[in-house]
């Protein structure tokens, strides 16, 4: 197993039909919109995964986001 302070990389997203199966052990989602593109990050009990988005992509799942009820954490 993993040693305690030990920390891995998140895992980046490529695809984002992956989003859906990840979202299922979602716990927390994080944004941070910059000028170009939107990151995502979407922690699970055992990982964090990435995804960069333009903002027009992002827009289309955000509504999506919002009804899950998962804590969505903006900055």
Do not use: A, C, N, Q
């Not at 199966?21 to 593109?37: A, G, P, Q, V, W």
């Not at 939107?38 to 289309?60: A, C, M």
């Amino acid at each position: 197993m993993f040693e305690r302070g030990v920390t891995e990389v998140p895992k980046e997203i490529l695809d984002i039909d992956e989003i859906d199966e990840i979202l299922r052990r979602t716990i927390e989602i994080r944004i941070k919109r910059h000028e170009k593109l939107v990151k995502v990050k979407f922690r699970t009990r055992r990982y964090l995964y990435t995804i960069k988005l333009s903002p027009e992509e992002f827009e289309e799942i955000y509504p999506r986001l919002r009804e899950l009820g998962i804590k969505i954490v903006e900055f």
